[in-house]
T-cell receptor
């Protein structure tokens, strides 16, 4: 399975500010996804990070709020913009491994005050 | 879109006994059903998955069964141990791991020593 790291692991931010989360994989992968896990809840897909093109967003998520970059096959960033307390969540990236299975990173725990 | 329901939301089991978690899905096109274990402060870890062309898969103490007709699948953990305590999520996808995963609501499993 791929080894996935995320930075930062956690952060506390003030409302109105933005935070960029990084996801690094130890091997080239075709598919990368970003999920949100609100406190005590399940995981919801934010978007598919496409290499070399704009991300594909799920219903309820927009590029202005969650801009995503995917400059190569091992790296992606998710920015949470103009944050409010409702954005407090765990943000997780996932990648598809060689056996068509999805593996998740350790997550970024965001608290917005 | 796909909807995945998961039951029970909490489950307490005596150490050494078996635990069963059940999920139902709505989209008959779904063909891939992974199970993830999430420990506190960590990202989800894939523990077992099953594809629609098989009815059962086993890996040591963990097994998953799939009933395509009834659109439900179950996770079975035998000889439970304290380290099995975690939150378990089922998920479904229409293109193995290459597409979005739709997650169930999670089951908090507690193993009582």
């Amino acid at each position: 399975s791929a080894v996935i790291s995320q930075k930062p692991s956690r952060d506390i931010c003030q409302r109105g500010t933005s935070l960029t989360i990084q996801c690094q994989v130890d091997s080239q992968v075709t598919m990368m996804f970003w999920y949100r896990q609100q406190p005590g809840q399940s995981l919801t897909l934010i978007a598919t990070a496409n290499q070399g093109s704009e991300a594909t967003y799920e219903s309820g998520f927009v590029i202005d709020k969650f801009p995503i970059s995917r400059p190569n096959l091992t790296f992606s960033t998710l920015t949470v913009s103009n944050m409010s307390p409702e954005d407090s969540s765990i943000y997780l990236c996932s990648v598809v491994g060689s056996s068509d299975t999805q593996y998740f990173g350790p997550g970024t725990r965001l608290t917005v005050l | 879109g796909e909807n995945v329901e998961q039951h029970p939301s909490t489950l307490s089991v005596q150490e050494g006994d078996s635990a069963v978690i059940k999920c139902t899905y709505s989209d008959s096109a779904s063909n891939y059903f992974p199970w993830y274990k999430q420990e506190l402060g960590k990202g989800p870890q894939l523990i077992i998955d099953i594809r629609s062309n098989v009815g059962e898969k086993k890996d040591q103490r963990i097994a998953v069964t799939l009933n395509k007709t009834a659109k439900h699948f179950s996770l079975h953990i035998t000889e439970t141990q304290p380290e099995d305590s975690a939150v378990y999520f089922c998920a479904a996808s229409i293109n193995f791991g290459n597409e979005k995963l739709t997650f169930g609501t999670g089951t908090r499993l507690t193993i009582i020593p």
